[in-house]
């Protein structure tokens, strides 16, 4: 039996735990930390290698159905990247960037003090972030035990022996499945100079940074690079963004309206940016720092943007590698283990999830895969098909999109409806719409910031078939929408009309609707 911290017996609360996880990622503790019930003689259902949060809501769903698991990360705590370094800091600097973007343009009036920019820290935002995640993770293990029932061994890596077995710490473990979710990195591109001190991706950013960038260069353009680079900027670092892509038009991102497109592209550049779309990074140069990005622009010419503060924004990998060594497992062009909608790899009772299996690298999607394969190895045929999802990114404003865009409801429908603010042909600074909550002090102030907003309907059905946003407060309402959306019936704008909106609500479409709702034949708006 491995040797380990034994915390099966104990009912560590959320502090406890914090003390744990904190000495163990000081390396104060490097055993294993085991909570396993050596009582319980069944056969594991599933052993989870990974407890991210697909193998965690994986694990959930399957004691939920009255299944066993073993969940096992290389990390002292459950949750992964997410709480450690993805989703919670990034959702973190970008509510900073929309909090400095408001203290930027209300500088010195109504009660907003003259703007400081020396007292806007992107050192000082990661080392709150590094101090505080974590009683998110402390929660994570307190919620997966006590709550949840999961039997979990954290702080050591799993090795996958063969399709039923995985070793930890030298102990063998056997499970009737095995699920994958050991998720992705950052795709560091292969150009000289990248491995210098002074560049960093979103992973070392949160990890390592200990000076205070003064210029950076982004090298791709994800969403990693909008979000991140929106807040280095409205922090006050000048940033330039280098893609090869035109911003917003990468191959992982689908269902992208150009007039929301532009509206973001347009307000990031407004507030400084420098963006080099057609543009290819050929080495990061400097004399043992990085000292600034040798760059093709789209018109061919070479120029070196300087910069004190590089970051990698070129996208994810599947950590795969593993997997196929010891498995055999089928991965596609880029890395990512096939799976069929019930998550089943080409290995037998090897199952794959999350970021492993490639994009969408998102939350929604990583938590569902989980579910999914937990519900297939307990005897329930369960399909996951997540081609259509609601999308979002963050500039300094909350972007939000579902179904269809213009162009492509126009391909498919040919007559279609808009609803849109500002009005087409009405200029932003003409009207302060659309607002409402997190835009109001922008309305009175500048009309010209309060957002964008488009909604698109099939005028022969009267159904909305896609919908699209900038502003504030909205991301919520389209995980609702896109369900309502993908309802065999749909949502048409006569459904939309009948909603009770409260004031203006954020995605602004129900009174829009409401206002044509009452033709029998449909018009823009
Ligand atoms: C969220 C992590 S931060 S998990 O999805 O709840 O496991």
């Excluded at 009582?39 to 990974?50: C, P």
């Excluded at 970021?355 to 990583?366: R, T, V």
């Amino acid at each position: 039996m491995l040797a380990g911290m034994d915390v099966f017996e104990s009912s560590l609360g959320n502090r406890d735990w914090q003390v744990v996880i904190e000495r163990a990622l000081r390396g104060e503790i490097s055993e294993p930390i085991v909570n396993v019930d050596r009582q319980d003689t069944r056969e594991f259902d599933a052993i989870f290698v990974g407890g991210g949060a697909g193998g965690r809501f994986g694990s959930a769903f399957l004691r939920a159905r009255g299944g066993r698991q073993l969940t096992v990360d290389r990390w002292p705590f459950l949750g992964g990247t997410c709480p450690h370094q993805a989703c919670v800091p990034h959702h973190l600097f970008s509510e900073a960037a929309r909090e400095l973007d408001l203290g930027r343009w209300l500088s010195g009036t109504l009660w907003f003090p003259d703007f400081d920019d020396k007292r806007a820290s992107i050192l000082q935002m990661a080392e709150l972030f590094r101090a505080g995640r974590n009683t998110a993770h402390s929660f994570m293990n307190w919620q997966s035990k006590q709550q949840l029932g999961m039997e979990y061994i954290l702080n050591t890596p799993a090795t996958v022996i063969d399709e039923h077995t995985v070793e930890v710490a030298g102990e063998r473990f056997r499970g009737r499945s095995i699920i994958l979710g050991t998720g992705a990195s950052t795709e560091v591109p292969h150009i000289p100079g990248i491995e210098l001190p002074g560049v960093y991706d979103f992973v070392s950013l949160v990890e390592e940074l200990d000076y205070e960038p003064n210029r950076c260069v982004i090298i791709g353009g994800s969403k990693v690079a909008i979000e991140y680079g929106s807040f280095f900027q409205a922090a006050g670092c000048p940033t330039t963004i280098v893609s090869r892509s035109p911003l917003m038009r990468t191959a992982s991102l689908h269902h992208v309206d150009e007039d929301l497109r532009r509206y973001v592209v347009d307000g990031m550049c407004r507030r400084g940016m420098t963006i080099c779309e057609g543009a290819s990074p050929l080495e990061v140069i400097g004399n043992g720092r990085a000292a600034g990005v040798r760059t093709r622009l789209a018109d061919g010419t070479v120029e070196t943007l300087a910069a004190d503060f590089v970051f990698i924004g070129t996208g994810e990998r599947a950590n795969s590698a593993p997997f196929v060594q010891a498995l055999g497992v089928d991965v596609d062009g880029q890395g990512s283990i096939v799976v069929d909608r019930r998550m089943r790899t080409s290995a037998p009772s090897v199952y794959a999830i999350g970021d492993l299996i490639g994009p969408p690298m998102e939350m929604f999607k990583a938590r569902k895969c989980g579910m999914t394969a937990a519900r297939n190895v307990m005897g329930e045929p369960y399909e996951f098909d997540f081609s259509e999802y609601p999308d979002f990114l963050h500039s300094t404003y909350e972007i939000t999109w579902v179904g269809l865009t213009e162009a492509e409801a126009r391909e498919r429908f040919g007559d279609v409806i808009v609803i849109q603010m500002p009005p087409a042909g009405v200029e932003p600074d003409e009207i302060p719409l659309p607002c409402a909550e997190g835009s109001m002090l922008y309305a009175f102030t500048r009309p010209e910031l309060t957002g964008f907003q488009k909604c698109v309907i099939d005028a022969a059905t009267r159904r909305v078939v896609g919908a699209h946003h900038v502003g504030f407060g909205a991301k919520d309402a389209f995980q609702y929408l896109d369900y309502l959306l993908r309802r065999p019936g749909g949502l048409t704008v006569d459904e939309m009309a009948e909603m009770n909106e409260l004031f203006l609500n954020p995605e602004h479409f129900i009174q829009l609707c409401r206002l044509r709702a009452g033709r029998s034949e449909l018009v823009d708006l």
